[in-house]
């Protein structure tokens, strides 16, 4: 594995990120708020063992006339692609996850859950948005009906049962033991994304120029945030 030493001694993501360096991994349940304005192209410090996880960047949450369209999803593709092109500057593999359900599923409300229908398998909702653009492997979940918003595991709607997704094993094969996760929704696939990544022992970074919420109910933007740093996440605003 590359890029073994301790997250602490390297010039890293989440140091960036916080604009200061050396506080070390014990302060990240202590989020620093005073970081607002930089731009958003601001390098965050990509290098081979920060993995970028672009969640969801698909039709249906990023075009206004999608199905279940995140209220200024596409507002977020120039800011991904800025991470992906800073994320390929420095040798930071790249990563998709791309929701894919089958048209009847209990992740819509028509069959008992609570979505519209999005991101049917091979429907044009599920293409990636144009424009985002694609530099590395595309996960997909939802598939079979598998329940659940992260990236890294699926839930068996009978059973309960949760499993891996072949996200975890990608990052590590890589050499990545940090990750930055964007892309839609900060409320749901990438905030479900970002705590498995802190739960598997990824240092994670959420910027949140690069993310939109569905806020299904009012404040669920705020309380998804705050669950994130309650989690240890370093969400940047
Ligand atoms: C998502 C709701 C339903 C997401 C996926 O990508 O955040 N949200 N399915
Ligand atoms: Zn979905």
Not at 134 to 145: L, W
Not at 166 to 178: A, D, K, N, P, Y
């Amino acid at each position: 594995m590359r890029d073994g030493a301790p997250v602490s001694e390297q010039p890293d993501v989440l140091e960036a990120a916080r604009g200061e360096a050396d506080r070390g991994e014990a302060d990240r349940g202590e989020p620093d708020r005073g970081e607002a304005d930089r731009g958003e192209a601001e390098p965050l410090g990509y290098r081979p063992g920060v993995g970028l996880i672009v969640v969801d960047m698909q039709v249906d949450f990023g075009d206004p006339a999608g199905g279940l369209y995140v209220d200024g999803g596409e507002q977020t593709i120039d800011v991904v692609n800025a991470h992906i092109d800073a994320a390929n500057a420095a040798g930071s593999p790249v990563f998709y996850t791309q929701d894919w359900h089958p048209a009847d599923t209990p992740h819509f409300a028509k069959d008992g859950g609570i979505w519209p229908v999005h991101c049917v398998a091979g429907t044009p909702g599920a293409e990636l948005l144009p424009g985002l653009r694609v530099a590395g492997p595309v996960v997909r979940k939802g598939v079979d009906g598998a329940d659940g918003y992260s990236g890294f595991s699926v839930r068996d709607p009978r059973t309960g049962q949760t499993s891996a997704t072949e996200l975890g094993h990608m990052l590590t094969e890589v050499g990545c033991h940090e990750v930055v996760v964007v892309g839609l929704a900060g409320d749901y696939c990438v905030k479900e994304t970002a705590l498995d990544a802190v739960r598997l022992g990824f240092p994670t970074v959420v910027p949140l120029s690069a993310t939109r919420f569905v806020n299904l109910n009012t404040g669920d933007d705020e309380r998804a945030v705050a669950e994130m740093e309650r989690a240890g996440i370093q969400v940047r605003r």
